[in-house]
Structure formats: C-alpha cells, structure tokens
Nanobody
Framework: QVHMVESGGGSVQAGGSLRLSCVVS????????MSWFRQAPGKEREGVAG???????TYADSVKGRFTISKDNVKNIVYLQMNSLNSEDTAMYYC??????????????????????WGQGTQVTVSP
C-alpha cells in the first residue's frame, strides 16, 4: 500500500529557509519521477520541482535558484530545500509520484492529472 507523508512545513519570516520531507512507503522512489507541487488559496496547484529517475532536476521559474529537490533512495525520502522564502511561497505543499513510464521531463510540462499518488500536504506560511 502506498503512503506518502509530508512534513517540515511551518511559519517562517521572509528570507528564511525550510526543508520539506516526503517519507514514502509502498514503493521505491528511485524508480519513479517525483515532484513537489504547491497550492495557494484561490490558485491552481502548480508544480515547483521535479526529479527524474535519472536524477535530473527541474524547477519552475519562480523558485529556480532558491529551491532544491533531492531524494534519498536508501531512506526512501524526497526533500525540498527552500531558501530565500518570500510571501509568494505561502501555500500548501504536496509531494507527488508520476506513473512508472515517466522517466524525466521538465516539471513545468506536467499537470496534477499526470500524477497518480499524492501526500496529504504540509503548510508553508511566509510572513513579510
């Protein structure tokens, strides 16, 4: 049975950092394209970072240079390191898994419907 549990969210001042974790059970992250999405109130869910099975990482322009996605294939955890946070980063953040056939692509090419498993989300709030 697949479980994906995010943690690490919280409240932080602008300019601060957070590291999100997505602990996975039921499958091995090494063999799947993994992504972090976020959804702010009144906005669509958007992909911010993706990591392919080949280790290739891609980012939305809004977070490029500030966020880093990585995964620990032994611990089966996907991370999102977020630096230089600003109020526009305030959102619920979700970990997502793509179907096994997807190896690598830019996260901006993907939509929520392209993913088959999701975590419950973790809230990130950035104050000015």
């Amino acid at each position: 049975q697949v479980h994906m549990v995010e943690s690490g969210g919280g409240s932080v001042q602008a300019g601060g950092s957070l590291r999100l974790s997505c602990v996975v059970s039921g499958y091995t992250v090494r063999f799947y394209y993994m992504s972090w999405f976020r959804q702010a109130p009144g906005k669509e869910r958007e992909g911010v970072a993706g990591i392919g099975t080949d280790g290739t990482t891609t980012y939305a322009d809004s977070v490029k240079g500030r966020f880093t996605i990585s995964k620990d294939n032994v611990k089966n955890i996907v991370y999102l390191q977020m630096n230089s946070l600003n109020s526009e980063d305030t959102a619920m953040y979700y970990c997502a898994r793509a179907p096994a056939w997807l190896i690598s692509t830019a996260v901006t090419n993907l939509r929520p419907r392209d993913f088959d498993y999701w975590g419950q989300g973790t809230q990130v709030t950035v104050s000015p």
